[in-house]
């Protein structure tokens, strides 16, 4: 019998970070899913990290993908997924134990075909606050209108999602506000909650800086407004645990 969930982790050497996701995954409290991983060319000890979550996790799925780029990744694991609701998570997020439960009691109660939540900051830094605040309230304020949707959590509709054709592989930087645009375009209803919990890791903010931070966002979400998806590199970004070791 197909699982109602199919979580599906794009990892590039993520041996620090993912563990601590598939540990929160592991104490779920609802139960009927899988999870896929799909290591993307990493070098370090990424698999290692997740092969030792085989009996706290019995439905993980390893996939290997040959070069870092996220959208194939996630489209890899979705070749995959038999559940009638995908769950993308980036590798650097957890969750509270109560997650796929109240996911579940949403999708009970509103029947909506894409999802999103609140981004909390990892740590609760004034930094994260502020820049995960802003986005958290225009994603909230914009759905109905311009649905968009942040990368470390979105959830869609298998059929849905398999109707649009995945996630585009040549867009170098916003292929998730891409996603979430197509899929409404084809019906889709985008719903944003507050809860579930779901903690982000501010690595990327705290490296390179809040202005830097900003400029990328606000940058790529007007080009994305005024020119289409970013398919070419407007500044630099870089997929994988590796960025934040340098």
Not at 168 to 182: A, N, P
Request: charged residues 25%; glycine residues 6%.
């Amino acid at each position: 019998m197909s699982p109602q969930f199919s979580i599906i982790i794009p990892a590039h050497n993520e041996e620090q970070t993912i563990g601590k996701l598939l540990e929160t995954i592991a104490k779920q409290s609802y139960r009927d899913f899988e999870v896929i991983v799909s290591n993307s060319a990493s070098e370090d000890e990424t698999a290692r990290v997740v092969e030792e979550y085989r009996k706290k996790v019995p439905s993980l799925i390893i996939t290997e993908e040959k070069t870092p780029n996220v959208s194939a990744a996630r489209n890899k694991g979705a070749f995959y997924a038999q559940g009638e609701y995908l769950i993308f998570f980036d590798a650097d997020v957890f969750i509270e134990e109560h997650f796929l439960k109240a996911t579940m009691r949403h999708i009970q109660v509103d029947h909506p075909t894409i999802m999103t939540m609140w981004n909390r900051p990892s740590p609760p830094s004034w930094r994260g606050r502020l820049i995960f605040g802003l986005m958290n309230r225009i994603v909230q304020m914009t759905q109905d209108i311009h649905p968009a949707a942040n990368g470390p959590c979105i959830i869609m509709k298998k059929k849905l999602f398999d109707s649009i054709g995945g996630f585009d592989q040549t867009i170098f930087f916003g292929e998730d506000y891409d996603i979430v645009k197509r899929a409404h375009g084809k019906g889709g209803i985008l719903k944003v909650y507050k809860n579930p919990l779901l903690f982000v890791s501010t690595r990327r903010f705290d490296k390179e800086g809040l202005i830097v931070s900003l400029y990328k966002s606000i940058s790529a979400l007007l080009y994305q407004l005024f020119f289409g998806p970013v398919r070419k590199p407007l500044f630099k970004y870089e997929m994988g645990g590796q960025y934040y070791k340098k």
